[in-house]
């Protein structure tokens, strides 16, 4: 949905979204697009959008507490000529941005920034040139440059990549880039996108379905698999998003699993442990380590240094809940290794803030000997705010209370 909505943004023209998301990193977004120059108006369950391309209407634009819309749309609004400040909130003014100082003067944009986090505040206009970055901390970086260069109608220039993380993140954004009708770097390999230049065409009327999010489907498929009999539907099979990956979990614990196009229906079967390695997926740490729960014997996961910039540190959190639950987790390296068949235990948790750690302990929470209290459950409003209602939806006594 943020991606759509960036491209959106630099298409120009009209576009119409169906299957909107409505999470809170999905409003920021849209709210973003606005301040950017764009016109958003929802009719009759469908998002419509016009733009003229970054064009602001405002100096600020905030991100909410969304990393990846502050990765993408920083270099989108530095396609601008007027200064732009840009603002977050919770877990998001905690993750360091030192890239965009690092980067975006090369590309003739000023940047200033608070000790490397945010606040920034940057002024372009951004030019493309052949420049180097390094992909590790995160391939969202790398994102909101493609976008950027697409927009600019960059020219026989290369964005040169290190250490790319979350490659299938990459395919997801160059699926968007196609499918809104923008430029398309050449993918050498994940080392190198290659622009060629095309030349400049009126922007076309297109109507864009926004995919069904495997990140938090994630969630219900693990529930399936550990506590009953489950279809999902509404879910891309052939998506390019990273986390369609449970499925491969899945079928290596022996879970019930029955996938066609139109739906997916998962069982609960006697699990056995498993490995995976989720460094090009890292936000499926979470439903993992709820799947690994309930496998008979150890499971481990790799990936851990994905985790530490992330709206808390999982692995420290995932190890620090799944204990209360009475679930081991001991951190080796770059590995997560989980004591799963034990007795999951009544408790209460705390999300940290983190709505992809609050979802896990419910899933947990459906075979625990008793009730799980989950301590600012509101916080999977950030992606998934149906959760609980969903949940409930399918016979899950779930008692919410305000506070």
């Known amino acids: 949905m943020q991606r759509a909505c960036a491209a959106a943004l630099i298409k120009g023209g009209k ?41 602001p209407v405002s100096d600020q634009i905030h991100c909410g507490e969304s990393g990846l819309s502050v990765r993408m749309f920083t270099s989108l609004a530095a396609l601008s000529d007027r200064p732009i400040h840009i603002s977050g909130s919770g877990s998001l003014l905690k993750r360091p941005l030192h890239f965009f100082n690092e980067v975006l003067p090369q590309l003739q944009v000023s940047c200033s920034d608070h ?37 600019a109608n960059a020219r026989d220039v290369t964005i040169h990549v290190t250490n790319l993380a979350s490659k299938p993140y990459i395919d997801l954004t160059l699926s968007l880039l196609d499918a809104f009708r923008l430029p398309v770097p050449q993918n050498q390999n994940y080392e190198a996108f290659y622009f060629s230049g095309m030349d400049q065409k009126s922007p076309q009327d297109i109507t864009y379905q926004v995919e069904g999010d495997w990140s938090g489907a994630a969630f219900l498929l693990v529930a399936g698999a550990v506590s009953g009999s489950l279809e999902v539907r509404g879910l891309d099979v052939f998506s390019t998003q990273a986390d369609k990956a449970i499925l491969q979990a899945l079928m290596q614990c022996g879970a019930g699993l029955s996938v066609e196009p139109e739906r997916i229906h998962v069982r609960k079967l006697p699990l056995r442990p498993f490995q995976f390695d989720a460094t090009d997926c890292p936000d499926l740490f979470p439903p993992l380590v709820a799947l690994a729960s309930f496998c008979e014997g150890t499971s481990v996961i790799e990936g851990v240094n994905r985790l530490t910039h992330k709206e808390s540190n999982r692995a420290l959190t995932l190890q620090q809940e799944f204990g209360k639950l009475g679930i081991e987790i001991v951190l080796q390296d770059n590995l997560m290794i989980i004591y799963g068949g034990q007795e999951v235990k009544a408790a209460a948790v705390h999300s940290h803030h983190d709505h992809r750690i609050a979802m896990a302990c419910a899933v947990a929470a459906l075979r625990a000997t008793g009730p799980v209290t989950i301590d600012e459950a509101e916080a999977v409003n950030k992606s998934y705010p149906q959760f609980w209602e969903h949940l409930q939806s399918i016979a899950v006594p779930v008692t919410l209370h305000n506070t």
């Open 15 to 55: 576009t119409t979204l169906t299957n909107p998301g409505r999470s809170a990193d999905d409003l920021a977004a849209l709210d973003i697009i606005k301040q950017l120059g764009a016109s958003v108006r929802e009719q009759e369950g469908t998002i419509r959008i016009e733009s003229r391309g970054v064009v």
């Open 115 to 151: 000790q490397g986090y945010l606040p920034l505040t940057i002024q372009g206009p951004l030019v493309p040139w052949d420049i180097t970055i390094d992909g590790s901390l995160s391939s969202q970086y790398l994102t909101g440059l493609l976008f950027a260069y697409a927009a």
